[in-house]
């Protein structure tokens, strides 16, 4: 009887061996899945094209602790807007290659600051009425990294913007 425990207690240590072999070769596949573009943390790459975009364009481009980047090229004698002020503002939208995604009339649009992505929403409060210049917005301050209305994720925004009003 004794032989007979003893093979059936290592048929048993066998069987929870390989089921943790098993186990752990499933856990490291999955961890080693490819990354979808959908997974993919653009913050790096925004930050290196950002910057190789100021530099081929000799802008004076300020870098603010979110990694927005704006450049004031006029900078306004009005009323500066704070992140909940409702204003009016005229852009054009386009990405680092110049191909234009969106734009508004020179009589611009009116909006919330809190209604609106984050790279707005604190790049406009860098400039007063009257100001203009420039926002280059990483993927993460924009629409992130998943295609949203024709702009592909992972995208830098380029906003050339003149701040008409602060309502």
């Not at 450049?71 to 409702?86: L, W």
């Not at 929403?121 to 917005?137: A, H, N, Q």
Request: charge should be negative; glycine fraction near 10%.
């Amino acid at each position: 009887m004794g032989i007979l425990l003893y093979l059936a207690l290592k048929k048993i240590i066998i069987m929870k061996i390989t089921l943790f072999a098993m186990a752990l070769v499933l856990f490291i596949s999955c961890d080693t899945e490819k990354k979808t573009e959908e997974d993919i943390d653009y913050v790096a790459k925004n930050e290196a094209d950002i910057q190789a975009y100021v530099e081929e364009n000799n802008l004076t481009a300020v870098r603010s602790n979110s990694g927005l980047y704006y450049v004031i090229e006029e900078e306004g004698t009005g009323t500066q807007a704070e992140a909940n002020s409702n204003v009016t503002v005229a852009y054009k939208g386009y990405f680092l290659n110049g191909s234009v995604f969106d734009q508004s009339d020179a009589e611009g649009i009116t909006f919330g600051l809190n209604q609106v992505i984050a790279g707005w929403t604190e790049g406009i409060t860098y400039f007063k009425e009257g100001g203009s210049g420039i926002l280059l917005v990483p993927a993460h301050l924009g629409y992130g990294s998943r295609d949203y209305s024709g702009i592909p994720g992972g995208s830098v925004l380029i906003f050339e913007v003149s701040l008409i009003s602060v309502n």
